[in-house]
């Protein structure tokens, strides 16, 4: 079945610094790519979708410079935690759409992100 | 808007027993409903969907029917394993959005 990697699955930072997780599909490509946080005990929250050669698209509320997302490939996408602060502690998952089969969603293993 | 309501966890069962999780939704129109599984260390996978009312969809032995009428989709297992120990989440997409809504998701352990 189709993979799709994300790396790193853990990653403890200090506070200002910047954290990128990167999300690759590894045997298929993907013009679209969605990135969702998840804070414990609450439901994944959709942060942007990630299309291929263009712009994210981010959902109300995400702060568009401090997730930025790179999808510069049919094979990779990147977020990358700008500044990163403690209230940024939480779980990412990346999950890519294989077409044509628009149902079909595929996701990564997650990354924890600890900002210390 | 719209949205998934599942039961919280964590379930704990012993091997054999049956399995629901309870799902209910609020969507305008008619939406595709979806039981995704992560499994320890691993990502979401799709577990069953389905698209229309009275639809089963159905995969290792777990089963979930569109409801309209109830507005439900609840998971089901005749006789869980060890192996079946997981999160599971249920989810909604509405019409043209590709968009997913979430539920809590719902932890489950599967004693021998």
């Known amino acids: 079945g189709a993979v799709v990697s994300q790396h790193p699955s853990r990653v403890i930072c200090k506070s200002g610094t910047s954290v990128k997780i990167e999300c690759r599909s590894l045997?298929?490509?993907?013009?679209?790519m969605f990135w969702y946080r998840q804070f414990p005990k609450q439901s994944l929250m959709l942060m942007a979708t990630?299309?291929?050669?263009?712009?994210?698209?981010?959902e109300q509320g995400v702060e568009k410079d401090k997730f930025l997302i790179n999808h510069a490939s049919l094979t990779l996408s990147t977020l990358t935690v700008t500044s990163a602060h403690p209230e940024d502690s939480s779980f990412y998952i990346c999950?890519?759409?294989?077409?044509?089969?628009?149902?079909?969603?595929?996701f990564g293993s997650g990354t924890q992100l600890s900002v210390l | 808007g719209d949205s998934v309501t599942q039961m919280e966890g964590p379930v704990t069962l012993s091997e054999e027993a049956f399995l629901t999780i309870n799902c209910t939704y609020t969507?305008?129109?008619?939406?595709?409903l979806f039981w995704y599984v992560q499994y320890p260390g691993e990502g979401l996978q799709l577990l069953l969907k389905?698209?229309?009312a009275d639809d089963k969809g159905s995969n290792k032995g777990f089963e979930a029917t569109y409801r309209k009428e109830t507005t439900s989709f609840h998971l089901e297992k005749g006789s869980v394993q060890v192996s079946d120990s997981a999160v599971y989440f249920c989810?909604?997409?509405?019409?043209?959005?590709?968009?997913?809504?979430w539920g809590l998701g719902t932890s489950l352990a599967v004693n021998p």
């Open positions: 969507a305008t129109g008619y939406p595709s």
């Open positions: 990630s299309n291929e050669g263009s712009k994210a698209t981010y």
């Open positions: 389905a698209t229309k």
């Open positions: 045997d298929f490509q993907a013009t679209t």
């Open positions: 989810a909604l997409r509405g019409g043209n959005n590709r968009k997913l809504i």
């Open positions: 999950s890519a759409l294989r077409q044509p089969e628009n149902e079909k969603l595929f």
